[in-house]
T-cell receptor, first 115, second 115 residues
Framework: DAGVIQSPRHEVTEMGQEVTLRCKPI?????LFWYRQTMMRGLELLIY????????DSGMPEDRFSAKMPNASFSTLKIQPSEPRDSAVYFC?????????????FGEGSRLTVL | KQEVTQIPAALSVPEGENLVLNCSFT??????LQWFRQDPGKGLTSLLL?????REQTSGRLNASLDKSSGRSTLYIAASQPGDSATYLC??????????????FGKGTKLSVIP
């Protein structure tokens, strides 16, 4: 398996623009997570999907952030409008979850810079 | 609220030395603990996963131990190599049923192995 695939790897945009980050989880995994990593705050969970259904989006900073998972092999994280404080590395991760979370596999991340 | 602490934040050792990285957590009601490695500009790579019922896990030169009662885990790296240079993070999964996906990450220990 190719692992968790994210795109784009790098994104530079101007404040106010829409940003869409994409993720393809590992085939067979039923749990998908979006994390954000910054130097100040470390890794923060933004949203968690189980079987394509959003279970917990309490980590999404505000209404400017939205995430979808239309099928088991694709998810998007959208920021509209983007702001400089959104600059961070955004990671997608997947796992097979039975009753509890199993081993977590991360993508390479999307480094977002908002000017 | 679970808190995970990794001390020291950075560690520099000469090649060939055996070393121990520390992880402590405040709530001992965990389901599992994972150790990850993160190379600069890359995603997190899972190294070892220890279930709460286990005391240790081994993979090659790596050995991770878990002492739930004291809220501690250690990652032992034998015969360190320059290629081991990376940031090592630990994360705990709570033993709380529906909320067990809420991994709490430490900020990591940045390891430098000097040739």
């Amino acid at each position: 398996d190719a692992g968790v695939i994210q795109s784009p790897r790098h994104e530079v945009t101007e404040m106010g623009q829409e940003v869409t980050l994409r993720c393809k989880p590992i085939s067979g995994h039923n749990s998908l997570f979006w994390y954000r990593q910054t130097m100040m705050r470390g890794l923060e969970l933004l949203i968690y999907f189980n079987n394509n259904v959003p279970i917990d989006d309490s980590g999404m900073p505000e209404d400017r952030f939205s995430a979808k998972m239309p099928n088991a092999s694709f998810s998007t994280l959208k920021i509209q409008p983007s702001e400089p404080r959104d600059s961070a590395v955004y990671f997608c991760a997947s796992s097979f979850r039975g009753a509890y979370t199993g081993e977590l596999f991360f993508g390479e991340g999307s480094r977002l810079t908002v000017l | 609220k679970q808190e995970v602490t990794q001390i020291p934040a950075a560690l520099s050792v000469p090649e060939g030395e055996n070393l121990v990285l520390n992880c402590s957590f405040t709530d001992s009601a965990i389901y599992n603990l994972q150790w990850f490695r993160q190379d600069p500009g890359k995603g997190l790579t899972s190294l070892l996963l220890i279930q709460s019922s286990q005391r240790e896990q081994t993979s090659g030169r790596l050995n991770a131990s878990l002492d739930k009662s004291s809220g501690r885990s250690t990652l032992y790296i034998a015969a360190s190599q320059p290629g081991d240079s990376a940031t090592y993070l630990c994360a705990v999964s709570p033993y709380s049923g529906a909320g067990s996906y809420q991994l709490t990450f430490g900020k990591g220990t940045k390891l430098s192995v000097i040739p």
